[in-house]
């Protein structure tokens, strides 16, 4: 059954409104983790904090497609995920930087109880955004607001990622967990980055 015009406004507003409680949570994000970063010497923490400036951006850019309406732009849609993208690939190359040094270095970090405790707390809050976002973005078919509940799932899943380094650093004195745990976002980075551009190629292809 098609979906009214009035259900299709309320699920893009809707959209609208978690995109917005998104760039509110990791704004306050990038400023509390790259804080315990620093004081912890924690590059992971301040890998997380920088995460989450790119989903500050990617929420601002899904936020401008979203406004556009029902019927986007094939432009704007593949502006959008070219966007997006680039944002990955600079995070990707910034941390295989960062921590490739900090793996040869033998940089090791101090334990941060409060770090560990604001990463489980943002990981629930991550998954439960990903979660209403697709169930916002399927059923009105928007790409964008699709790739960024992605995105922001792997933000939960960067929170376990680190949340297990910096215990296993507390725990078992594994150090090099941290610039491990930072070389996986880079990772996951580039391969969020990879799939966005494809998508922004799918949105320039004619319909056949």
């Known amino acids: 059954m098609a979906m009214s015009k009035v259900d299709h406004e309320r699920l893009l507003k809707r959209g609208i ?17 790259i804080s315990l970063g620093i004081a912890a010497k ?18 601002t850019v899904v936020i401008w497609h979203l406004r556009e309406g029902s ?3 094939p432009h704007r849609t593949r502006l959008a995920f070219r966007l997006i993208a680039s944002a ?11 921590s490739v040094r900090s793996l040869v270095i033998g940089t090791q970090p101090e334990n941060s109880i409060w770090g560990i405790v604001y990463l489980a707390i943002t990981a629930v809050v991550m998954f439960t ?8 973005a ?16 792997l933000d939960g899943c960067l929170c376990v990622c680190i949340l297990s380094a910096l215990a296993a650093n507390i725990v078992f004195g594994w150090w090099w967990a ?10 996951f980075a580039a391969r969020e980055g990879a799939s966005a551009w494809s998508d922004a190629a799918d949105a320039s292809a004619p319909m056949t």
């Open 17 to 33: 409104r978690l995109e917005w409680a998104t760039t509110v949570w990791n704004t306050m994000e990038v400023f509390v983790t």
């Open 42 to 59: 924690s590059l992971a923490l301040v890998a997380f904090g920088l995460d989450s400036m790119i989903e500050v951006f990617a929420s």
């Open 71 to 73: 019927n986007p732009s």
């Open 88 to 98: 990955f690939f600079a995070l990707a190359a910034f941390l295989l930087v960062a």
């Open 129 to 136: 955004l990903a979660s209403v976002k697709r169930r916002t």
């Open 138 to 153: 399927r059923p009105i078919d928007n790409g964008p607001l699709e790739a960024e509940a992605a995105m922001t799932f």
């Open 178 to 187: 941290d610039g491990v745990a930072a070389l996986a976002i880079a990772v």
